[in-house]
């Protein structure tokens, strides 16, 4: 005897915004109306309840992106910058970008949640032989949006993925990437800062699949949580025995800026070669009170130190930005929301 499943409003909005899809947005209409959305009783969704966050959900929503045109035709070169907003209410979209052979493309995807909104996005890459992508998403929400972000990357043999990733959060915010690498001279950097301030959510979630030798993976990812908000970071290495040789490495680290903040790791290795080097890193902690005293020994107001600490400290991520300017600029929209934090 089988249950049948009792939607709750935002689920049910989500299959109507849904209905007569296609592709990928009709595989999550369909994994909706079967499973409803993720709870905490799925393992990879335990420190993100996303039924309970989309609980205020009642309607349909809509999700625009406007850029979309520049994915079809890309030369050598081009940067493509995607805006994704999705409305209040419930709703998803996709996309498909192919990186062609020894081209080499930076694409900037800024991601906004409105009021009320249950957004999903995801993005389907593949990057060819020899071609670079460096891909930069600025997760920026209403306090109470709840936004998905997704994306599965392919790469080809010789292929380079740099992708840097900031998030203030939401009432919910995850942003998921899985990565397929083939070792043969592919190389992945993964870069990643969240800033949180009180009834905030950020969920960094990773998987790369190395299933071929001689691949390279690095990943640094920082943040800072205020008391009352809550941060999560999920990476997983996955090493086949094909993937000999592979070099992966992949660091976790971030500050508890009060008492009450919340910070959930879990960084994992599943290893199945005998010939790599691989490691995972994850640290906790608080502000350097002696760093601290000193600047304020110099005659820096005590919020005004803290925020050069802070800043200072999850800036590193965003150093794997090549682009001189967009690097710049991803500082200043940290300053600016570590400015409102503190």
Known sequence: M????????????????????????????????KDGLPTRRHELWKWSDLRRAANDVTGVGALTVSGL?????????????????ASAGASAGDAELVVPGGTSVTLVERLHGEAGALGNWHLNVRIEAGGRLDRIVVADHHESAVFIGSAEITLDEGATLNQT???????????????????????????????????????????????GPGGITTQ????????????????????DRAAQQTDARMTHRALMLGEKAEIDAKPELEIYADDVQCAHGNALGTLDETALFYMRQRGLPEAKARALLIESYLAEPLDMVRDEALRDE?????????????
């Open 2 to 33: 089988s249950l049948t499943l009792s939607h709750i409003p935002a689920e049910q909005a989500l299959i109507d915004a849904l209905d007569g899809a296609t592709g990928w947005r009709a595989q999550l209409r369909e994994t909706t109306r």
């Open 69 to 85: 045109d520049a994915l079809a035709q890309l030369a050598d070169g081009d940067r493509i910058e995607l805006a994704v907003r």
């Open 165 to 211: 990733l900031i998030d203030s959060g939401a009432k919910l915010s995850r942003n998921e990437t899985h990565i397929a690498h083939p070792g043969q001279g592919a190389s992945v950097e993964l870069g990643g800062a969240y800033i949180l301030a009180a009834g905030r959510h950020a969920d960094t979630t990773t998987v790369v699949h190395h299933t």
């Open 220 to 239: 640094l990812v920082k943040g800072a949580v205020a008391s009352g908000g809550q941060g999560v970071f999920q990476g997983k290495f996955i090493v």
């Open 330 to 342: 991803l500082k200043v929209w940290l300053r600016t929301r570590l400015g409102a934090l503190t």
